[in-house]
Protein backbone atom coordinates (compact mmCIF):
# COMPACT_ATOMS: atom_id res chain seq x y z
CA UNK A 1 0.00 0.00 0.00
CA UNK A 2 1.57 3.24 -1.54
CA UNK A 3 0.99 6.75 -0.88
CA UNK A 4 -2.35 6.64 -3.71
CA UNK A 5 -3.85 3.48 -1.96
CA UNK A 6 -7.35 3.73 -2.57
CA UNK A 7 -7.24 6.34 -5.32
CA UNK A 8 -8.17 6.64 -8.94
CA UNK A 9 -6.33 8.20 -11.73
CA UNK A 10 -6.45 8.51 -15.29
CA UNK A 11 -3.40 9.60 -17.29
CA UNK A 12 -3.43 10.79 -21.20
CA UNK A 13 -1.15 9.12 -23.35
CA UNK A 14 0.29 5.99 -21.42
CA UNK A 15 1.20 3.05 -23.66
CA UNK A 16 4.63 4.69 -24.20
CA UNK A 17 7.37 6.45 -23.05
CA UNK A 18 6.75 9.04 -19.90
CA UNK A 19 3.19 8.10 -19.60
CA UNK A 20 3.55 4.32 -19.30
CA UNK A 21 6.63 5.04 -16.69
CA UNK A 22 3.46 7.60 -15.16
CA UNK A 23 1.29 4.43 -15.31
CA UNK A 24 3.70 2.22 -13.55
CA UNK A 25 4.82 4.49 -10.75
CA UNK A 26 0.94 5.58 -9.83
CA UNK A 27 0.02 1.46 -9.71
CA UNK A 28 3.16 0.90 -7.46
CA UNK A 29 1.64 3.63 -5.31
CA UNK A 30 -1.53 2.02 -4.94
CA UNK A 31 -3.60 3.63 -7.16
CA UNK A 32 -6.10 1.93 -9.81
CA UNK A 33 -4.84 3.71 -13.34
CA UNK A 34 -6.80 4.15 -16.36
CA UNK A 35 -4.67 5.33 -19.45
CA UNK A 36 -5.52 6.14 -22.83
CA UNK A 37 -3.58 5.69 -25.99
CA UNK A 38 -4.56 6.46 -29.69
CA UNK A 39 -2.50 3.85 -32.00
CA UNK A 40 -0.33 1.97 -29.21
CA UNK A 41 -2.91 -0.96 -28.91
CA UNK A 42 -0.60 -4.21 -28.13
CA UNK A 43 1.64 -1.74 -26.24
CA UNK A 44 -1.30 -0.72 -24.15
CA UNK A 45 -2.71 -4.44 -23.25
CA UNK A 46 0.96 -5.14 -22.28
CA UNK A 47 1.33 -2.14 -20.00
CA UNK A 48 -2.40 -3.36 -18.38
CA UNK A 49 -0.87 -7.14 -17.81
CA UNK A 50 2.17 -5.16 -16.15
CA UNK A 51 0.36 -3.97 -13.59
CA UNK A 52 -1.88 -6.65 -13.06
CA UNK A 53 1.04 -8.92 -12.59
CA UNK A 54 2.50 -6.78 -10.05
CA UNK A 55 -1.22 -7.22 -8.06
CA UNK A 56 -2.19 -3.72 -9.57
CA UNK A 57 -5.59 -2.29 -11.29
CA UNK A 58 -5.16 -0.89 -14.78
CA UNK A 59 -7.46 -0.12 -17.79
CA UNK A 60 -5.99 0.95 -21.36
CA UNK A 61 -8.71 2.94 -23.04
CA UNK A 62 -8.69 4.21 -26.88
CA UNK A 63 -8.91 7.82 -26.79
CA UNK A 64 -7.38 10.54 -29.22
CA UNK A 65 -6.85 13.43 -27.23
CA UNK A 66 -7.69 15.39 -30.72
CA UNK A 67 -10.92 14.31 -30.14
CA UNK A 68 -12.55 15.92 -27.58
CA UNK A 69 -16.09 13.36 -26.75
CA UNK A 70 -13.30 10.94 -26.84
CA UNK A 71 -11.50 12.67 -23.82
CA UNK A 72 -14.48 13.16 -21.67
CA UNK A 73 -15.34 9.75 -22.53
CA UNK A 74 -12.49 8.13 -21.26
CA UNK A 75 -13.01 10.44 -18.43
CA UNK A 76 -16.88 8.87 -17.76
CA UNK A 77 -14.98 5.26 -18.75
CA UNK A 78 -12.59 5.74 -15.55
CA UNK A 79 -15.42 6.70 -13.41
CA UNK A 80 -17.48 3.98 -14.33
CA UNK A 81 -15.07 1.17 -13.78
CA UNK A 82 -12.96 2.34 -10.85
CA UNK A 83 -16.41 4.57 -8.68
CA UNK A 84 -14.56 8.03 -8.69
CA UNK A 85 -11.44 10.06 -10.05
CA UNK A 86 -8.58 11.59 -7.85
CA UNK A 87 -5.92 12.16 -10.20
CA UNK A 88 -6.19 13.38 -13.88
CA UNK A 89 -2.35 13.78 -15.79
CA UNK A 90 -2.50 15.16 -19.22
CA UNK A 91 0.69 13.21 -20.48
CA UNK A 92 -0.47 13.19 -24.32
CA UNK A 93 1.44 15.10 -26.79
CA UNK A 94 3.14 15.45 -29.93
CA UNK A 95 5.86 17.03 -31.57
CA UNK A 96 5.32 18.15 -35.01
CA UNK A 97 8.75 19.90 -36.29
CA UNK A 98 9.40 22.47 -38.93
CA UNK A 99 10.71 26.41 -39.35
CA UNK A 100 8.05 28.91 -39.38
CA UNK A 101 8.85 29.67 -42.93
CA UNK A 102 7.29 26.01 -43.91
CA UNK A 103 4.84 24.75 -40.78
CA UNK A 104 1.61 23.94 -42.59
CA UNK A 105 -2.06 25.19 -40.87
CA UNK A 106 -2.74 21.35 -40.67
CA UNK A 107 -0.05 20.39 -38.27
CA UNK A 108 -0.32 23.73 -36.23
CA UNK A 109 -3.99 22.99 -35.45
CA UNK A 110 -2.97 19.15 -35.39
CA UNK A 111 -0.62 20.52 -32.66
CA UNK A 112 -3.11 23.13 -30.73
CA UNK A 113 -4.98 20.17 -30.74
CA UNK A 114 -3.69 17.35 -29.17
CA UNK A 115 -1.44 19.36 -26.87
CA UNK A 116 -3.90 22.31 -25.84
CA UNK A 117 -7.27 21.61 -26.44
CA UNK A 118 -7.58 18.58 -25.01
CA UNK A 119 -6.18 19.83 -22.45
CA UNK A 120 -8.70 22.35 -21.45
CA UNK A 121 -11.24 19.59 -22.11
CA UNK A 122 -9.79 16.89 -20.28
CA UNK A 123 -9.00 18.86 -17.25
CA UNK A 124 -12.87 20.68 -17.41
CA UNK A 125 -14.15 17.21 -18.06
CA UNK A 126 -12.08 15.67 -14.59
CA UNK A 127 -12.59 18.10 -12.18
CA UNK A 128 -16.22 17.95 -11.89
CA UNK A 129 -15.79 14.53 -10.83
CA UNK A 130 -12.76 15.72 -8.17
CA UNK A 131 -13.42 16.76 -4.30
CA UNK A 132 -11.54 18.10 -1.75
CA UNK A 133 -7.40 16.31 -2.42
CA UNK A 134 -7.96 16.49 -6.16
CA UNK A 135 -4.97 16.74 -8.11
CA UNK A 136 -4.58 17.61 -12.03
CA UNK A 137 -0.49 17.16 -13.46
CA UNK A 138 -0.06 18.25 -16.68
CA UNK A 139 3.19 17.23 -18.52
CA UNK A 140 4.24 20.61 -20.27
CA UNK A 141 7.97 21.35 -21.68
CA UNK A 142 10.92 23.13 -20.55
CA UNK A 143 10.87 23.82 -24.52
CA UNK A 144 8.17 26.58 -23.03
CA UNK A 145 11.43 28.49 -21.19
CA UNK A 146 14.26 27.77 -23.72
CA UNK A 147 13.74 26.39 -27.18
CA UNK A 148 17.05 26.23 -28.20
CA UNK A 149 16.69 25.08 -31.47
CA UNK A 150 15.52 25.36 -34.84
CA UNK A 151 11.92 24.00 -35.89
CA UNK A 152 10.22 23.98 -32.29
CA UNK A 153 8.37 27.24 -32.15
CA UNK A 154 4.73 25.71 -32.35
CA UNK A 155 6.19 22.81 -30.00
CA UNK A 156 6.97 26.01 -27.49
CA UNK A 157 3.88 27.78 -28.04
CA UNK A 158 1.66 24.99 -27.42
CA UNK A 159 3.83 23.73 -24.26
CA UNK A 160 3.62 27.60 -22.80
CA UNK A 161 -0.24 27.52 -23.39
CA UNK A 162 -0.25 24.49 -20.96
CA UNK A 163 1.68 26.26 -18.10
CA UNK A 164 -0.47 29.30 -18.47
CA UNK A 165 -3.97 27.41 -19.04
CA UNK A 166 -2.37 25.65 -15.51
CA UNK A 167 -1.85 29.06 -13.43
CA UNK A 168 -5.42 30.38 -13.95
CA UNK A 169 -7.08 26.73 -13.63
CA UNK A 170 -4.95 26.72 -10.06
CA UNK A 171 -6.68 29.63 -9.24
CA UNK A 172 -10.22 28.35 -10.25
CA UNK A 173 -10.21 24.74 -8.28
CA UNK A 174 -8.26 26.50 -5.22
CA UNK A 175 -11.25 26.65 -3.26
CA UNK A 176 -12.58 23.51 -3.69
CA UNK A 177 -8.84 21.79 -2.48
CA UNK A 178 -7.85 20.77 -5.73
CA UNK A 179 -3.96 21.47 -6.79
CA UNK A 180 -3.11 21.97 -10.88
CA UNK A 181 0.18 21.43 -11.34
CA UNK A 182 2.41 21.52 -14.53
CA UNK A 183 5.85 19.60 -15.22
CA UNK A 184 8.27 20.52 -17.10
CA UNK A 185 10.82 18.11 -18.29
CA UNK A 186 13.77 18.64 -20.26
CA UNK A 187 15.30 16.02 -22.78
CA UNK A 188 13.64 12.32 -21.28
CA UNK A 189 14.50 9.46 -23.55
CA UNK A 190 11.62 8.17 -25.27
CA UNK A 191 10.54 7.57 -29.01
CA UNK A 192 9.48 11.30 -29.06
CA UNK A 193 13.45 12.05 -28.23
CA UNK A 194 15.71 9.02 -28.58
CA UNK A 195 18.84 8.56 -26.70
CA UNK A 196 20.61 7.42 -29.60
CA UNK A 197 19.15 10.10 -32.19
CA UNK A 198 21.02 12.01 -34.58
CA UNK A 199 21.66 15.28 -32.81
CA UNK A 200 22.21 13.46 -29.15
CA UNK A 201 25.51 14.71 -28.97
CA UNK A 202 24.62 18.30 -29.02
CA UNK A 203 21.94 18.02 -26.79
CA UNK A 204 23.64 16.14 -24.25
CA UNK A 205 26.29 19.09 -24.01
CA UNK A 206 23.43 21.80 -23.25
CA UNK A 207 22.61 19.18 -20.36
CA UNK A 208 24.92 19.72 -17.49
CA UNK A 209 23.99 16.27 -16.32
CA UNK A 210 25.02 14.92 -19.55
CA UNK A 211 22.78 12.92 -20.02
CA UNK A 212 18.52 12.12 -21.35
CA UNK A 213 16.21 11.97 -17.99
CA UNK A 214 14.32 8.67 -17.73
CA UNK A 215 10.46 7.91 -17.70
CA UNK A 216 10.67 6.71 -14.27
CA UNK A 217 12.53 10.04 -12.92
CA UNK A 218 9.33 12.37 -14.50
CA UNK A 219 7.12 9.80 -13.34
CA UNK A 220 8.53 10.01 -9.58
CA UNK A 221 8.12 13.41 -9.96
CA UNK A 222 4.26 13.36 -11.10
CA UNK A 223 3.46 10.67 -8.26
CA UNK A 224 5.22 13.41 -5.41
CA UNK A 225 2.84 16.24 -6.77
CA UNK A 226 -0.49 13.80 -7.17
CA UNK A 227 0.08 12.36 -3.04
CA UNK A 228 -0.71 13.81 -0.18
CA UNK A 229 2.40 15.73 0.90
CA UNK A 230 2.34 18.09 -2.51
CA UNK A 231 -1.05 19.80 -1.39
CA UNK A 232 1.05 22.85 -0.76
CA UNK A 233 2.07 23.49 -4.69
CA UNK A 234 -0.39 24.78 -6.74
CA UNK A 235 -0.16 26.98 -9.96
CA UNK A 236 3.59 25.45 -10.42
CA UNK A 237 5.14 24.97 -13.96
CA UNK A 238 8.37 22.84 -12.19
CA UNK A 239 11.27 21.76 -14.48
CA UNK A 240 12.73 18.56 -14.30
CA UNK A 241 15.54 18.94 -16.50
CA UNK A 242 19.29 18.00 -15.77
CA UNK A 243 20.14 21.42 -15.72
CA UNK A 244 18.99 22.36 -19.09
CA UNK A 245 17.31 25.64 -17.37
CA UNK A 246 20.36 26.43 -15.22
P1 LIG B 1 6.16 9.51 -26.96
O1 LIG B 1 5.92 9.95 -28.36
O2 LIG B 1 7.28 8.60 -26.65
O3 LIG B 1 4.81 8.91 -26.34
C1 LIG B 1 3.62 9.65 -26.51
C2 LIG B 1 2.48 8.97 -25.81
O4 LIG B 1 1.31 9.76 -26.01
C3 LIG B 1 2.18 7.60 -26.36
O5 LIG B 1 1.68 6.78 -25.34
C4 LIG B 1 1.10 7.90 -27.40
O6 LIG B 1 0.22 6.80 -27.59
C5 LIG B 1 0.35 9.02 -26.74
N1 LIG B 1 -0.31 9.88 -27.71
C6 LIG B 1 0.24 10.56 -28.75
N2 LIG B 1 -0.69 11.21 -29.44
C7 LIG B 1 -1.88 10.92 -28.84
C8 LIG B 1 -3.23 11.27 -29.09
N3 LIG B 1 -3.56 12.06 -30.12
N4 LIG B 1 -4.18 10.77 -28.27
C9 LIG B 1 -3.87 9.96 -27.24
N5 LIG B 1 -2.62 9.59 -26.95
C10 LIG B 1 -1.63 10.07 -27.74
O7 LIG B 1 6.32 10.88 -26.14
P2 LIG B 1 7.02 11.16 -24.71
O8 LIG B 1 6.74 10.08 -23.77
O9 LIG B 1 8.40 11.59 -24.98
O10 LIG B 1 6.20 12.48 -24.32
C11 LIG B 1 5.16 12.49 -23.36
C12 LIG B 1 4.87 13.95 -23.01
O11 LIG B 1 6.06 14.53 -22.49
C13 LIG B 1 4.45 14.81 -24.20
O12 LIG B 1 3.48 15.74 -23.79
C14 LIG B 1 5.75 15.52 -24.57
O13 LIG B 1 5.51 16.71 -25.24
C15 LIG B 1 6.36 15.72 -23.21
N6 LIG B 1 7.79 15.94 -23.17
C16 LIG B 1 8.68 15.01 -23.66
C17 LIG B 1 10.04 15.26 -23.59
C18 LIG B 1 11.07 14.30 -24.11
O14 LIG B 1 12.24 14.68 -24.21
N7 LIG B 1 10.72 13.07 -24.43
C19 LIG B 1 10.56 16.50 -22.99
C20 LIG B 1 9.55 17.37 -22.51
C21 LIG B 1 8.22 17.10 -22.60
P3 LIG B 1 0.03 6.08 -29.03
O15 LIG B 1 1.34 5.47 -29.41
O16 LIG B 1 -1.04 5.09 -28.76
O17 LIG B 1 -0.40 7.18 -29.97
Known amino acids: SG ?6 TLVTGGSRGIGAGIVRRLAKEGAAVAFTYSASHEKAEQLVQVVEAAGG ?7 DSADATAVQGAIEQTVKAFGRLDVFVNNAGILLRGTIDQFSLEDLDRMLAVNVRSVFVGIQAAARHMTEGGRIVTVGSVVAQRTAFPGASVYGMTKSAVAGLVRGVAIDLAL ?10 GPTATDMNPADGPHVDIIR ?9 TDDEVASLVAYLAGP ?3 FITGASLTIDGGYLA
Open 205 to 213: NLLPIKRFG
Open 3 to 8: VLSGKV
Open 229 to 231: EAG
Open 176 to 185: RGITVNNIQP
Open 57 to 63: KALAIQA
